[in-house]
């Protein structure tokens, strides 16, 4: 017959302390691991809230740049208006624009951030040997966000745009 060998939280709370009362060292497995949870679990949320902030500071920065490119070009686009110049002509216009805007971020952006994380990886394979997966899901996601955010600045400094009449943008000094 096997012993029962579970030891119940009184019994080892009294262990412990008779361990520490006697000066005998010992190695605590499940403190030590409620400490590397808690570790871990505070990095998560610093390196989150870091994303998270530097997210919107780009997206502020993508919207402050849009929006401030079209309304500094209030007077070219009142005179391709007077030309005769369409409403959905400038619009694809500046959809094209924004467009490439888009790319060039993405074209510079997505080579570092592939490049970096293959860094820090070279750096992590120290401790642990880990594989490396392209995080395409995430490429993706940042790809529709990266797009999402130029058209809606896009959009948004367009509705400012049809309100202006043509002569008066035209008079009016870039402010």
């Not at 530097?54 to 920065?61: K, Q």
């Amino acid at each position: 017959e096997v012993p029962d060998l579970l030891v119940k939280t009184t019994d080892y709370r009294k262990m412990k302390e008779y361990l520490d009362t006697n000066g005998i060292s010992y190695l605590d497995h499940m403190e030590t691991e409620v400490q590397y949870r808690n570790m871990v679990t505070m990095i998560n949320v610093f390196s989150y809230g870091f994303i998270i902030l530097i997210s919107l500071v780009c997206v502020c920065n993508i919207f402050n740049t849009v929006s401030t490119n079209i309304a500094l070009r209030r007077r070219d686009f009142g005179m391709l208006r007077s030309i005769g110049m369409e409403e959905r002509q400038i619009r694809r216009m500046l959809f094209v624009e924004c467009f490439s805007y888009g790319r060039t971020a993405l074209l510079i952006g997505i080579p570092l951030g592939l490049l970096c994380g293959w860094g820090l990886l070279g750096i992590s394979y120290n401790v642990e040997e880990v594989s490396y997966t392209l995080p395409l899901a995430e490429l993706c996601v940042a790809v529709g966000t990266i797009f999402l955010v130029i058209f809606a600045s896009m959009t948004y400094a367009l509705s400012k745009l049809k309100k202006d009449d043509p002569i008066e943008a035209i008079r009016m000094e870039n402010i």
